[in-house]
């Protein structure tokens, strides 16, 4: 199992909206384009994130932000913020933005896992993928938002990669853990083969301890029970095979361990508040 690539699962952009400014010094732009999740990448000067509450944060060239929800925040043009620019210079600040449009693109599994804002520095400094990216998003060529879309979606995975490696991260409670060498493989197995059978005992047997200890360890670790986690997770892959074309619930039903797809109806409308049949038309209007 794979932490990272289940909480990236069912990601995908679909005509993403993409910003590119250029800033001159203390010129600055509101970032509040009333979308879920919004990626902001600074590709040359200075600058700082501004929310309307709490500290700031600095952007150098290469660093890039996410931010969730219709975050009221600012971008400022500082090139004191980067001590490589000579503030004396009116040398232009450029910010680069990509957002998913809609809940559907990026599944709720992800939002709830990050903080409101969360800043990464530039890993390595190349900037060439940077200029890439800019000149993509200046151009007017075939394809173009399908070639942004794939773009979006792996700035993010690579943001999102760093950004859990960082001591600060606040990873949500499953992802940490997975290092639990009892929790973590009762996780790896539910995620692995979601559709089989699972009970508590089945479970415990993939750890190698009882149902007892198994039961309060998750509980523990995770935040909930493990067959709490199981209907979740489920739920979570089958809100993603619901939005393609010829999926039936039926179908669905099955891939996700249901035989019953009335009882798989039942649980999928506890969990994510709508019915397969909502949820897919909910997804077709918003495509």
Request: proline share 9%; with cysteine; glycine share 6%.
């Amino acid at each position: 199992m794979d932490g990272l690539a289940d909480l990236l699962r069912g990601i995908r952009a679909d005509e993403a909206l993409f910003d590119r400014r250029i800033l001159s010094p203390a010129g600055s732009v509101r970032l509040d384009s009333r979308t879920p999740l919004t990626i902001c990448t600074l590709v040359r000067g200075g600058g700082r994130i501004v929310p309307e509450s709490g500290p700031s944060h600095a952007l150098l060239p290469g660093d890039t932000a996410v931010i969730r929800g219709p975050a009221p925040l600012t971008f400022v043009a500082d090139p004191s913020a980067d001590p490589s620019v000579d503030p004396s210079t009116d040398a232009p600040t450029e910010l680069i933005s990509g957002a998913y449009r809609a809940h559907t693109d990026i599944g709720r599994r992800l939002p709830t896992a990050l903080p409101d804002l969360l800043v990464v520095p530039d890993p390595d400094g190349d900037h060439r993928l940077l200029d890439f990216l800019s000149a993509e998003v200046a151009a007017d060529r075939p394809g173009q938002q399908v070639v942004l879309d794939r773009l979006l979606d792996w700035l993010l995975a690579c943001t999102l990669r760093a950004w859990f490696d960082l001591p600060e991260a606040h990873a949500p409670e499953w992802y940490l853990a997975l290092a639990d060498p009892i929790v973590g493989a009762a996780l790896r197995a539910v995620h692995d083969a979601p559709a089989r059978p699972w009970t508590i005992a089945a479970l415990a047997a993939e750890a190698g301890v009882s149902r007892t200890a198994l039961a309060e360890r998750f509980t523990a670790r995770v935040g909930q029970p493990p067959l709490t986690y199981l209907t979740e997770w489920r739920m979570a892959l089958a809100a993603e095979l619901l939005t393609e074309p010829d999926a039936t619930v039926a179908a669905v039903a099955r891939r996700v361990g249901y035989a019953d797809a009335f009882a798989f109806s039942t649980a999928f409308k506890r969990v994510r508040g709508l019915s397969p049949s909502a949820h897919r038309t909910a997804h077709h209007r918003a495509a």
